[in-house]
T-cell receptor
Framework: DTEVTQTPKHLVMGMTNKKSLKCEQH?????MYWYKQKAKKPPELMFV???????INESVPSRFSPECPNSSLLNLHLHALQPEDSALYLC?????????????FGPGTRLTVT | AQTVTQSQPEMSVQEAETVTLSCTYD???????LFWYKQPPSRQMILVIR??????QNATENRFSVNFQKAAKSFSLKISDSQLGDTAMYFC??????????????FGKGITLSVRP
């Protein structure tokens, strides 16, 4: 089973709202990733968690706050977003973060900021 | 830093025919991994095929195969017997493993493939 699940599928939020995206995997993977993807563009890496610790933050604005409560779960907390933050947010996982294993992606959350 | 180049933004192929998608990359490393990912209009990113740089044999997965030319730093994807469900954006990606830190997946810009009935 190579499934990564993400909820919600779609999210519309105002610039003053606080919301969260959720990602879950049950493959025993120890690295999890958040990507942002604009239409017709490749995914852009935002954060990497390895063994439940934040190991990479690609200079993401603080209005995005990641959290990894356990090895299977990854959250992305959103607050005071801007319209340009509207995008598809993809979660991925891999067996570890050392780069020896492929990443498996979830279906994404389509976020619209109004 | 590694770079991945997909120079063709769009391609079209007739159903049941064969199509080849090009990818080149640049690295000074000897040990790395290459991938092709497919992203259909539904937007789920799916791993199509993986190639380890240390393996001389080209990877194959059913109708998908690669032509890996390490010296030329070229990694093309061949899709045989194209099907309507192959219509998608295809991303070539590079992964370099190293110890002590986390490795990042570097993507090309992608190519939009349309399969015509």
């Amino acid at each position: 089973d190579t499934e990564v699940t993400q909820t919600p599928k779609h999210l519309v939020m105002g610039m003053t709202n606080k919301k969260s995206l959720k990602c879950e995997q049950h493959m025993g993977h120890r690295a999890m990733y958040w990507y942002k993807q604009k239409a017709k563009k490749p995914p852009e890496l935002m954060f990497v968690y390895s063994y439940e610790k934040l190991s990479i933050n690609e200079s993401v604005p603080s209005r995005f706050s990641p959290e990894c409560p356990n090895s299977s779960l990854l959250n992305l907390h959103l607050h005071a977003l801007q319209p340009e933050d509207s995008a598809l947010y993809l979660c991925a996982s891999s067996q570890d973060g050392q780069g020896f294993y492929e990443q498996y992606f979830g279906p994404g959350t389509r976020l619209t900021v109004t | 830093a590694q770079t991945v180049t997909q120079s063709q933004p769009e391609m079209s192929v007739q159903e049941a025919e064969t199509v080849t998608l090009s990818c080149t990359y640049d690295t000074s490393e000897n040990n790395y991994y290459l991938f092709w990912y497919k992203q259909p209009p539904s937007r789920q990113m799916i791993l199509v095929i993986r190639q380890e740089a240390y393996k001389q044999q080209n990877a194959t997965e059913n109708r998908f195969s690669v032509n890996f030319q390490k010296a030329a730093k070229s990694f093309s994807l061949k899709i045989s017997d194209s099907q309507l469900g192959d219509t998608a954006m295809y991303f070539c990606a590079f992964l370099e493993p190293y110890t002590g830190a986390n490795s990042k997946l570097t993507f090309g810009k992608g190519i939009t493939l349309s399969v015509r009935p």
